[in-house]
């Protein structure tokens, strides 16, 4: 499967479409269990307090992951993303509450490069602030 997008059809500049992940307790548990990592940083409020952080946090590779959704869902094909990083600059506090925490993810294309590829910078939000800095993909275009 290739993407859905035209590497001609695409401009520097071009905006993805934005999009907001909600996560809560639940998530958090039902994410370690797919992965493994049950660092109590990630469901123990008395845990994650003690070791000097706000509330229990996401996982970053769970934020990770979200972020590049807005990616996979643009180009119609995750096999399209050939490159993905980030730098975890703050982390996504999650309450013990009904709503949870959101993640807001935007993206554009920053630049087109060679054999059909674009690299995207992606910005993700949590809470008014900048949890993922450096969040760059290369995608491979039709």
């Known amino acids: 499967m290739t993407a859905k997008i035209s590497y001609d059809d695409v401009e520097v500049g ?8 909600g996560v809560t307790r ?13 660092n109590p940083i ?8 003690e070791v000097g952080l706000p509330d229990v946090i996401a996982h970053g590779m769970f934020t990770m992951a979200e972020a590049v959704r807005v990616v ?49 910078d992606l910005v993700a939000m949590s809470a008014g602030q900048k949890v993922l800095g450096m969040s760059r993909a290369v995608v491979r275009l039709a």
């Open 72 to 120: 996979t869902d643009w180009t119609g094909d995750p096999g399209a993303v050939v490159e993905y990083g980030v730098r975890f600059t703050k982390p996504v506090v999650v309450p013990n509450d009904d709503q949870g925490a959101t993640i807001e993810v935007s993206g554009k294309v920053a630049a087109k490069l060679d054999d059909n590829t674009v690299r995207v």
């Open 14 to 21: 071009t905006e993805l479409p934005a999009q907001t992940f």
């Open 42 to 49: 990630h469901w123990n409020e008395k845990f994650a307090k």
């Open 26 to 38: 639940a998530t958090l548990v039902r994410y370690a269990g797919a992965s493994g990592d049950f």
